[in-house]
């Protein structure tokens, strides 16, 4: 069975943690937070993504500017956000993950924001679908 991006944000919780771009840098930390996730999506007035911003952006820029927590969110966020559909096929977002060293990819379907994925949600769902093929080589096997 092809796996999807659809498929692996049925295994998550629906919502999407969003940040504004003029958002402080210390309300954006909160958030990271409060949620226990490692990026937010920068969204505009019409909740559309304009940007990411992940725990790596804030680091790399405390090491430059240890005044980082009154800037603003899009003075760090990474503006080029590469998005993925929930029919694009899970490998090849996996593939372009790992070969552009980003860990959070936001998912848009029809123009709306309606998930985020991790590399761990990619890994995750993989594993379980091949935990799920070899149950089932399993079974076939000791019925032979």
């Known amino acids: 069975m092809k796996m999807n991006v659809e498929r692996i944000l049925a ?3 629906s919502s999407v943690v969003v940040v ?5 840098i210390r309300e ?12 937010l999506v920068v969204v505009d007035e019409t909740n559309h993504p304009m940007g990411i911003l992940s725990e790596r952006d804030i680091v790399r820029g405390a090491v430059r500017n240890e005044a980082i927590f009154d800037q603003r969110v899009d003075s760090l966020m990474t503006q080029e956000v590469i998005i993925t559909s929930p029919t694009d096929d899970a490998r ?3 593939r372009t993950m790992t070969e552009k060293r980003f860990r959070h990819l936001p998912v848009v379907d029809n123009g709306d924001l309606v998930g985020i994925i991790s590399i761990m949600d990619v890994v995750r ?3 379980d679908q091949y935990e799920g ?12």
């Open 11 to 13: 295994t998550k919780c």
């Open 20 to 24: 504004r771009p003029d958002d402080s």
């Open 28 to 39: 954006a930390l909160a958030l990271l937070a409060r949620h226990n996730i490692g990026a």
């Open 92 to 94: 090849l977002v996996a």
């Open 125 to 127: 769902t993989q594993r």
């Open 133 to 144: 093929q070899v149950e089932s080589l399993q079974t076939r096997l000791s019925t032979v």
